[in-house]
């Protein structure tokens, strides 16, 4: 009788050390936050709910491209609405989310309560430990994804 594979959660991939910042603030104050922090998101928050974040390449593309200046509100330059996942989804849904938005890094809630941070990173350190199943599941992944993606743009074409 085969054993099945334990399913992989974000729960257990995400990061728990997180940088908040209020809405209110400003962008060089988030800065030297993730500057201090040597990360490269911070979360915005309005009373403590999360509602978008601020990554480095919002840094070097809209504030820099646009020439904000150094006291802009982080809520006028943050990305948003908040992407995000829940704790017990399976790594795959949060890595196909992840392909699907264009993001690097992946809030998780729990209702409105911020619980970690999924990151490309993270995905690069559990592939490092994956055993054979778990490799075989994910190229099954990315070939659904890419039959899917192909599948698509054909019906959209018609």
């Known amino acids: 009788m085969a054993q099945t594979q ?6 257990d991939i995400m990061s728990r050390s997180l940088v908040m910042v209020d809405s209110s603030s400003t962008v060089n104050e988030a800065a030297k936050l993730m500057e201090k922090a040597k990360v490269g998101s911070v979360i915005v928050t309005e009373k403590s709910i999360p509602i978008g974040i601020m990554t ?6 809209t504030i820099a491209a646009h020439a904000y200046p150094i006291h802009t509100k982080v809520k006028q330059v943050m990305s948003s609405p908040l992407i995000h ?3 017990n989804e399976e790594v795959w849904l949060a890595a196909d989310l992840m392909y699907s938005r264009k993001i690097r890094r992946l809030p998780v809630l729990d209702e409105d309560e911020l619980l970690g ?10 592939y490092t430990v994956c055993n054979r199943e778990d490799t075989r599941n994910m190229y099954y992944h990315a070939l659904t994804r890419i039959f899917d993606d192909n599948n698509e743009q054909q019906v959209t074409s018609f």
């Open 6 to 11: 334990p399913t992989i959660l974000v729960k």
């Open 85 to 87: 996942i829940g704790p």
């Open 56 to 61: 480095d390449r919002d840094f070097a593309i």
């Open 117 to 126: 941070i999924v990151t490309a990173t993270d995905f690069v350190k559990l």
